[in-house]
């Protein structure tokens, strides 16, 4: 809020009655009621404390394969006398992967890159597809009509298909992975911002405007931008995990990122093999992704019945 | 605000000449006003009185240009104190809107912006058209909240719209038409969206502050006792034409055109228990395909082949009155 000036005396005596909150301030205390997506939140950020920690934490080098110990079992199993080295009780307590590794710290390590491959498409295609958007549902017309039907084209594909189609042209590795998700997730949120702004367009608020002089730039930055933002940025969060699991599919494919990078969907895929002798260590990245997502869905539903601005 | 309402040879502050308005749908162009004339002198209340589609609010937009232009094909004049309003570049014209002609809208839960507190919304209409701090909008904000007689107006100026009653939202719309200290104020039915308690408050809050600003006020309304409360002068519009404009004691006395006659006869008054209204028998007609001649001559019980020849051209039967209605008594 704005700075406000002293209060002359005569607002004093009525001030004593419940304060008005602001927007963001009733959005946290609606969120801190919700107990399904306080969890998720929590999880998440626990989640992602865990990726940004990895070097620190992780008991071991992400890197580093020891043929001997491939395949190993959980390090709870390890005590119960299913392990031939029982000295290992918490050497690896996720087991170990094909090649040796800590399985423990390939997925600390690994979230680190799939919530990067999920967070940063999204966050693109936010900025690129809202602008779109924005600008194609206030100005109508042509303009909208370019914009709109450019966009329809790329819905004759499935998502998973283009972005493997973009991925496969570009050729594998993290940018154009990220540069293929991006493009996938722009025609949607272009989609949900023309309407969402349409809708704006036309209410009395923005005549409102008009009609005590704002120009169309400033009605644009003050009143449609900050309306249709909120409605905007939940689809956005909805899309996360979604790029998550294309990420890891692009990865699986092998199409995003490279052995030997440590990412869920990698993971999964160099896993595939031992589903028969180790079918807990296979699960693992598959059961990051599962959660990591679900979470990300549940806050976004949390948060679309949070910012709902008409109360 | 030195000249006499009213007076002879004055400059009159608005004057509105044979406004045509058309906007182009899916169906071609529908006409919504076909030829619309009246001035509007310093400190006078005229209210546009009709019905739905009858082009009240239309006329009040245009003299906005709140229209979009490239579906909307505006004809005629709009002066407004000296300038011509229609000739206006974008950038003038967004310095009379809100600074020297402001609007007050219908339904005032839709007029603000939910995500804002009305105080900032205040303040940013002030500081667009002043070059005033933020300190000094927000004065200025609390006192116009004073005017319009708001409760703890520094309380309710932090609060959002949708944590205010309809009353003290329309009041707060009021203060914000006023932040600038516009010499015309358009009024878009300002209290139909009220109960009757609180019309009737904002109503005389309207005519307290016109006559303390000496503003010129248009008032559009489809209530005819809403009309004689705050009006001057009354025009009564039917499919996008004046046809009868006179000061409200004789339009409401002796109405002359049948329309009018017909609104009057359709209103509750005292006394009328148990007895049928009169309702204007028909529909008002299609803006996409009037009716040849007087557009009111289908639904008229005293028309005659006459009507169906030719629009009716006005007629003053005394100065300062006009009628659209070739049957109306010659002065």
Redesign the interface.
Known sequence: ?????P??A??T???A?T??RG?WATVGRRLMRDRVTMACALVLALILLAALLAPLIAPHDPFLGRMPRRLRPFGILNSLGMSDNPRAILEHPFGTDELGRDMLTRILYGGRLSLFMGVTPVFNALVIGGLLGIVAGFLG?WVNTLIMRTIDVFYAFPSVLLAIAISGTLGAGIVNAIVSLTVVFIPPIVRVSESVTTSVRT???V?????????TL?ILR??VL??VFGPIFIYATSLISVSIILASGLSFLGLGVEPPNAEWGLMLNTLRPAIYTRPEVAALPGFAILVTSVCFNLLSDGLRSAMD??? | MTDAPGANGAEPLLAVEGLHVAFHGPDGAVEVLNGVDFALARGEVLCLLGESGSGKSVTLRTI?R?HNP?RTRVSGAVRFAGQDVLGLG?RAM??????DI??I?Q?PA????????VG?QI???IR??KSVS??AA??RA?ELF?RVQI?????RL???P??LSGGMRQRAMIA?ALSCNPSLLLADEPTTALDATVQIQILLLLRRLQQEYGLSVIFVSHDIGVATEIADRIAVMYAGRIVEMGPVREVIRAPLHPYTQGLLGSTVRKGMRARRLNAIPGAPPNLAALPPGCSFAPRCPHAEPRCTAAVPEPIAPAPGQLVRCIRAPLA
């Open positions: 809020m704005a700075a406000q000036p209060a002359p005569i607002a005596s009525a001030s009655a304060p008005t927007y017309g209410l009395d608020y005549d409102a405007a008009r009609a005590s002089g704002l120009g400033s003050v009143h900050r309306n601005v008409r109360i | 906005l709140l490239k974008e967004s310095q009379l809107r809100g600074g402001a609007l809208f339904e839709t007029a603000f912006d939910p995500v804002y507190s900032r303040v940013e209409t667009r058209h933020e300190a927000w004065a609390v004073q409760p703890s107006p520094e309380r932090r609060a959002y949708h944590e914000l």
